[in-house]
Nanobody, 118 residues
Framework: QVVESGGGLVQAGGSLRLSCAAS????????LGWFRQAPGAERDFVAGITWNGRETSYVDSVKGRFTISRDNGKNMVYLQMNSLKPEDAAVYYCNTVRGDWRPLAPSWGQGTQVTVST
């Protein structure tokens, strides 16, 4: 179980920092990922981080703008989003992920809404 937070309304070019907490159990030994789903679209991978934080991966459209990080001591994963674009607007979710960054847990949290205005 996870709880995402930090979304909101931001102007294009602005920044947001999303947070994801484990409401049950621990993240510390899992690879983690952020996903997003825009209206009428599939839920897509955005960024991932290995359990020890040594490796990260990003979808091409966010490289150089988004940064994923984690704090295993706090059981948290974060997504710093800079230079936001209208096409970044979506509901953002976190989940544990496999080695190929596909989601692992069958259930999802409620997500956090990101809206980007022009």
């Amino acid at each position: 179980q996870v709880v995402e937070s930090g979304g909101g309304l931001v102007q294009a070019g602005g920044s947001l920092r999303l947070s994801c907490a484990a409401s049950r159990g621990s993240f510390s030994m899992h690879n983690l990922g952020w996903f997003r789903q825009a209206p009428g679209a599939e839920r897509d991978f955005v960024a991932g981080i290995t359990w020890n934080g040594r490796e990260t991966s990003y979808v091409d459209s966010v490289k150089g703008r988004f940064t994923i990080s984690r704090d295993n001591g706090k059981n948290m994963v974060y997504l710093q989003m800079n230079s936001l674009k209208p096409e970044d607007a979506a509901v953002y979710y976190c989940n544990t992920v496999r080695g190929d960054w596909r989601p692992l847990a069958p259930s999802w949290g409620q997500g956090t809404q990101v809206t980007v205005s022009t």
